[in-house]
């Protein structure tokens, strides 16, 4: 079945430095999202990329859609104290109901 | 705000008792999860529902069954619990645009302990 992987599982940066997680699928999909969730709490939407090659900004945060729609990444600048949580990619199939999650990236930042 | 909501933040059931896990959603959404989440492997899919009535399995269903005789709302059961059920169980909705899902809403989460 389809499988969506995300490495690193953890990550450990000093505040200021930069953070990257990548995910990658099995299959093409047909969007890829990405969530945020603090410790404590649930997932929350961030982000959703379509096209092939795409590429979107929000404030530190860049995601990246791969040209064959297979891959994706999430890059922070500057990490803060306010980022850390474990971040999710998840990935859908065109006609498809579901929405299959990555294992997530869990950041910790030293202050 | 959409609004997700899930009966109970915390559950200690006994090993063999049926438990029902519901969860209802306020902004019209066709499509409902059941995730069950644990630590390294991230969320999976226990069952999703499309349309009322409707129900697919998802990558772990072995143990679990779903209810939806409302768009609203939808349950998780287990059939008759065991400690390897033990875990957090989160629900989501999202709408449907006739090709593909879009953000996924999520409660706030059922912490489930069998013993």
């Known amino acids: 079945g389809q499988q969506v992987m995300q490495i690193p599982q953890y990550q450990h940066v000093q505040e200021g430095e930069d953070f990257t997680t990548y995910c990658n699928s099995s299959?093409?999909?047909?969007?890829i999202q990405w969530y945020k969730q603090r410790p404590g709490g649930h997932p929350v939407f961030l982000i959703q990329?379509?096209?092939?090659?795409e590429v979107k900004k929000q404030k530190r945060l860049t995601f990246q859609f791969g040209e064959a729609k297979k891959n994706s990444s999430l890059h922070i600048t500057a990490t803060q104290t306010t980022d850390v949580g474990t971040y999710f990619c998840?990935?859908?199939?065109?006609?498809?109901?579901?929405?299959?999650f990555g294992a997530g990236t869990r950041l910790f930042v030293k202050a | 705000d959409v609004k997700v909501t899930q009966s109970s933040r915390y559950l200690v059931k006994r090993t063999g008792e049926k438990v029902f896990l519901e969860c209802v959603q306020d902004?019209?959404?066709?499509?409902m999860f059941w995730y069950r989440q644990d630590p390294g492997l991230g969320l999976r899919l226990i069952y999703f529902?499309?349309?009322?009535?409707?129900?697919e399995k998802g990558d772990i269903p072995e143990g679990y069954s779903v209810s939806r005789e409302k768009k609203e709302r939808f349950s998780l059961i287990l059939e008759s619990a065991s400690t390897n059920q033990t875990s957090m169980y989160l629900c989501?909705?999202?709408?449907?645009?006739?090709?593909?899902?879009?953000?996924?809403?999520f409660g706030q989460g059922t912490r489930l302990t069998v013993v």
């Open positions: 299959t093409t999909l047909s969007n």
């Open positions: 902004m019209d959404h066709e499509n």
């Open positions: 990329l379509v096209k092939s090659g």
């Open positions: 998840a990935g859908g199939k065109t006609g498809g109901f579901k929405t299959i």
């Open positions: 989501a909705s999202s709408p449907w645009t006739g090709t593909e899902n879009t953000e996924a809403f």
């Open positions: 529902s499309y349309d009322v009535k409707m129900k």
